[in-house]
């Protein structure tokens, strides 16, 4: 079909919540895209932050070719492949265990399973941690604010209000919205379902003030260790410490919405690791399947326990073509050094984004980057349309703020293909 009739078509029958670029993406190579009419893009947004193996990646175009001839999905009513040992991956992910995490994802790899439970195996004192597995950010997000205010009523508190970060981002539903402090995304929905406090980030000192006026009334501190949407501003070690000892103290939980900064982006498994504080239960999404739909909610078993059956739900989640998708991606960024890859390039594009013209800040951790535009650059919504035309695939946030989500497999020579582009652009 060509160009011309999908626009058509799209214009006159998909609703029209989204402005978009004059362009249809047909066909992906690793760090490039190729538009109907044959044209090639070094791509920077990776689908913002979900294609974390860039386009046809070996490992997942196998595990999915593999896959879809046998089993697309059967409810979670019934055990299928991969499931658990996604879980049980992400809980070596989520203690930080490099080298158990690796042990794990060689072992489903192989298929030996003697191998595969000695490394699932937890060691003496390991923190075990449970996955639901949900279709995206928004219901992981929904996932984690359920599960924090059940613990909450079953074995915490009691409280069942969220203290959330002002400019923060956690999904379009109503509740995730209502958790979104962001009066611009609000304000055509209200009213918002109630629960909600704001807070703004890295102000230990109006935190306090939430914690001293309603203490136990507080469930949760919810937390992007990077808000994305609101230009890539990254949270303080001593402001994510601060929220975790102030909502432990009160007998809540400290909840790391992870859906973009998380799944090696920022040089971590997860990217409240790189603050030296652990979250109780993360959100996450985008990266974990390379661009197959899915979500997660990652808890500490001590915290997913309170959960029964029929507490909550999804048809599609975790389905058998999903997990499939996880299981490649996951076992290919534990075993690739993906992290350290991430902290390397990062900096290097970093490096190189502050010598553009007009250029005032650079922002962010590993390959999560955003930079901020003067005045004389004009809108940087106009940078992004040039740069698509100068054949450069990048994101704006705002008016004046750029946003960079390469796939995980950028090298430095892509970043200076970048860089070439938006000198030329800029």
Request: charged share 20%; proline share 4%; glycine share 12%.
């Amino acid at each position: 079909m060509s160009y011309e009739m999908e626009q058509a078509l799209d214009a006159a029958y998909v609703m029209p919540t989204f402005g978009r670029s004059p362009v249809e993406f047909v066909r992906g190579d690793g760090m490039h895209l190729t538009d109907s009419e044959g044209r090639v893009y070094l791509d920077f947004l990776a689908g913002i932050g979900v294609c974390s193996l860039g386009h046809g990646h070996p490992a997942l175009v196998q595990a999915l070719e593999a896959q879809v001839p046998k089993l697309l999905h059967v409810s979670n009513y019934y055990y299928v492949e991969h499931r658990g040992a996604v879980a049980a991956l992400l809980s070596k992910l989520a203690n930080n265990d490099d080298v158990g995490a690796r042990r794990l994802a060689q072992a489903i790899r192989t298929g030996d399973e003697a191998k595969l439970a000695a490394a699932a195996k937890p060691a003496a004192g390991e923190e075990v941690w449970q996955t639901f597995f949900a279709n995206s950010g928004a219901e992981a997000n929904e996932c984690s604010m359920k599960l924090a205010r059940l613990y909450a009523k079953r074995a915490g508190n009691g409280g069942n209000t969220i203290v959330c970060l002002r400019g923060g981002f956690h999904g379009r539903t109503l509740e995730t919205l209502a958790a979104t402090m962001q009066d611009r995304l609000q304000d055509s929905f209200r009213p918002l379902p109630g629960g909600f406090v704001a807070c703004t980030p890295n102000d230990v000192d109006e935190l306090r003030q939430i914690f001293d006026r309603m203490g136990g009334e507080i469930c949760a501190v919810m937390i992007e260790p990077i808000q994305g949407e609101s230009g890539v501003h990254p949270l303080d070690a001593v402001f994510v410490q601060a929220a975790a000892d102030l909502v432990h103290g009160v007998g809540g939980v400290l909840i790391s919405d992870e859906v973009q900064a998380g799944v090696f982006r920022c040089g971590a498994p997860f990217a409240i690791q790189l603050t030296g504080v652990e979250a109780d239960i993360m959100s996450l999404a985008k990266g974990i399947a390379g661009g197959v739909p899915m979500g997660a909610c990652v808890a500490r078993s001590s915290i997913a326990s309170v959960f029964r059956p029929g507490d909550h739900g999804t048809t599609f989640g975790g389905s058998c073509l999903a997990v499939a998708a996880a299981e490649a991606v996951l076992c290919e960024l534990a075993l690739g050094r993906y992290a350290e890859h991430a902290r390397e390039v990062g900096a290097y594009l970093a490096v190189r984004l502050a010598t553009l013209p007009h250029v005032t800040e650079v922002r962010g951790a590993g390959l999560m980057r955003g930079c901020d535009l003067d005045e004389e650059a004009g809108d940087a919504h106009d940078v992004v349309a040039r740069s698509l035309e100068a054949g450069a695939v990048i994101n704006a946030t705002g008016a004046h703020t750029l946003r960079f989500l390469p796939p995980l497999i950028c090298a430095n020579d892509d970043v200076d293909a970048l860089v070439g582009v938006l000198e030329r652009v800029l």
